[in-house]
């Protein structure tokens, strides 16, 4: 029912800076929470940063003062803005969308849909 696209991965160096974007389908993203996580090899996937459906935002310690999650309804997108990079911020980065449960239930929906994942590499 709903897809999601991660794109804005690539290479940066230490101290730099990348703009994660993930872009939704359908006609309800305002709804949902949506959130970004991340998943480096042979470790489990964690929660980056997360924003309500009414605009709160939560962030990982790890990532707190250096990243900014955001959105805009109007374009069905959110977004990662990631500064201050370090190399232990290398991992896949995946969007989610949270499905509130009540709706989720009442139509047999998901109750969260997941996206492709993009590379995030910071080296020097």
């Known amino acids: 029912q709903v897809q999601l696209v991660e794109s804005g991965g690539g290479l940066v160096q230490p101290g730099g800076s990348l703009r994660l974007s993930c872009a939704a389908s359908g006609s309800f993203f305002s709804i949902y929470a949506m959130a970004w996580y991340r998943q480096a090899p042979g470790k489990q996937r964690d929660l980056v940063a997360v924003?309500?459906?009414?605009?709160?935002?939560n962030y990982a310690d790890s990532v707190k003062g250096r990243f900014t999650i955001s959105r805009d309804n109007a374009k069905n997108t959110v977004y990662l803005q990631m500064n201050s990079l370090k190399p232990e911020d290398t991992a896949v980065y995946y969007c989610?969308?949270?499905?509130?449960?009540?709706?989720?239930?009442?139509?047999?929906?998901?109750?969260?849909?997941w996206g492709q994942g993009t590379q995030v590499t910071v080296s020097s």
């Open positions: 989610n969308a949270e499905n509130p449960h009540e709706i989720a239930t009442m139509m047999g929906m998901p109750y969260d849909y």
């Open positions: 924003i309500t459906s009414g605009g709160s935002t």
